[in-house]
């Protein structure tokens, strides 16, 4: 099918955006002029093994066909009416299916378009069902850029010359381990307890949530140790709060599980999902039991294109893709490249940790002539991240790069890829990282 645009190469469209297009990052991705399984396909010709899935939002492989199929189904039957007015099937059956999928007794869905209205609306239900307004979030944490969301996301670099954003939210320490000072020694669930210390200094002491994502990803793909989450569930419900889990990133068979919570022994108050929920048409949900939902009134909560009907159809594909076998494929290949690239932590210095779930996988880079306070090697900034993912782009190959130094490399490919492509992109990475060392020697 012809393309519905005339541009014919890469520089036709970037001068459109640097003309036309606010607020785009500065370091720009490759342009896509269309995209298929794991490959991106530039306006120039190139192909690139995509390792970042967009941001980690293609899990069941660009332009799944049968996401495709269902797509174009919806959207000959209709595009359009709101869903909090006129109901329609596609939202009543993915609201059906979510309730079978999501762990516990999660049971009703409010349907928007991000991630970042799923957190937002998260928290609007948590205040009405407790009564309380205090949140408590993680440092780190990031939960969107809208000003709620905005709030508890941890990174104030995201913040600046945007405040004030809503009041009634507090920070506690992350659970990350590798530059953790809660514990002398073995990790125990110390950053947890650090939560309750923060609700009792920097809050009424009466909480509507504590927000957390199961499996840390812009903060640099961080993993709780054993018996947190549990913990932190614990220090929700004593004050009065619920737990929310913000699954946007870490949700829909991304991290070998088809939620992250699914690793813990914990069944989260309020879900909040987004990214592969749709495998890419713009959807975001937030999920609760019964009688926390039912918190909500008529007309609480609405949003005009939330629970599109096409994406819906889309969601409710990708959901079938997802249980027919490719979450059992993302945590056997997860095993597989997790060991790869703990390989790496002995052969280059640069590495100073390599962490994840499923395919879900972080590489953090280090300076290794200097230690940080805690006597682990200093997180350089975004330099040797940014420079290795540009010899990788120079292979064909695109990885993200995030954290909250911006020293980590992230693999979140979709979790469609096979191992001859894993393969490939982890002997590129070796070889990028070889590179680069040499040429800092
Ligand atoms: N929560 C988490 C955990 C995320 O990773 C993100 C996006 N990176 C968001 C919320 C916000 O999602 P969106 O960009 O769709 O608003």
Redesign the pocket.
């Known amino acids: 099918m012809a393309p519905n645009t005339t541009f014919t190469n890469n520089r036709e469209v970037e001068s459109r955006y640097d003309e036309y297009v606010m607020s785009v990052w500065k370091d720009l991705d490759v342009p896509v002029e269309r995209a298929e399984g794991c490959t991106l396909e530039d306006f120039d010709g190139n192909e690139y093994l995509d390792l970042f899935s967009g941001?980690s939002v293609a899990n069941v492989g660009h332009n799944n066909p049968a996401v495709v199929e269902a797509t174009r189904d919806q959207l000959e039957e209709f595009v359009h009416g709101c869903s909090y007015v006129h109901p329609n099937a596609p939202v009543a059956e993915l609201a059906e299916r979510i309730a079978e999928i999501t762990p516990g007794d999660l049971e009703k869905s409010f349907f928007c378009n991000?991630?970042?209205?799923?957190?937002e609306g998260a928290i609007k239900l948590a205040r009405k069902h407790t009564g309380n307004t205090e949140v408590v979030a993680l440092e780190m944490a990031?939960?969107?850029?809208t000003l709620g969301?905005l709030a508890l996301t941890g990174n104030e670099a995201y913040k600046k010359e945007m405040a004030p954003t809503i009041n009634d939210v507090a920070h506690a320490p992350a659970p990350y381990a590798y530059r953790c000072s809660s514990c002398d020694g073995e990790c125990t669930t110390a950053c947890a307890d650090r939560i309750e210390h923060v609700i009792g200094t920097h809050t009424s002491g009466d909480l509507a949530a504590i927000v957390v994502?199961p499996v840390m990803?812009?903060g640099g793909i961080v993993v709780p140790p054993e018996g947190w989450l549990e913990r932190v569930q614990e220090v929700a419900h004593d004050h009065g709060g619920l737990l929310i889990a913000?699954e946007?990133?870490?949700g829909y068979g991304r991290t070998g599980e088809l939620f992250a919570v699914e690793h813990f022994d914990v069944e989260p108050d309020i879900v909040?999902q987004?990214?592969g929920i749709a495998n890419g048409l713009p959807l975001?949900a937030f999920t609760a039991p019964r009688e926390i939902a039912d918190s909500f009134e008529s007309g609480d909560h609405l949003s005009t294109f939330g629970g599109n009907p096409v994406a819906c159809a889309a969601a409710l594909a990708t959901i079938d893709e997802l249980e027919g076998g490719i979450v059992d494929d993302a945590r056997e290949q997860g095993e597989w490249l997790s060991d790869r690239l703990g390989a790496l932590e002995s052969s280059f210095d640069v590495v100073g940790e390599t962490r994840g779930l499923g395919l879900m996988q972080g590489i953090e880079l280090v300076d290794p002539d200097e230690k940080g306070p805690l006597g682990v090697a200093a997180a350089p900034d975004d330099h040797l991240a940014k420079a290795v993912s540009k010899r990788l782009r120079e292979e064909g190959i695109v990885i993200g790069v995030g954290g909250y130094y911006g020293n980590i490399l992230r693999f979140q490919p979709p979790l469609t890829i096979t191992r001859n492509q894993l393969e490939r992109a982890v002997e590129s990475l070796e070889a990028a990282l070889e590179a680069e060392v040499e040429t800092n020697a």
Not at 114 to 119: H, M, P, W
Request: proline share 0%.
């Open positions: 941001i991000s991630g970042t209205e799923a957190v990031f939960h969107g850029r969301s994502e990803g812009e913000d946007v990133q870490s909040t987004a990214k975001g």
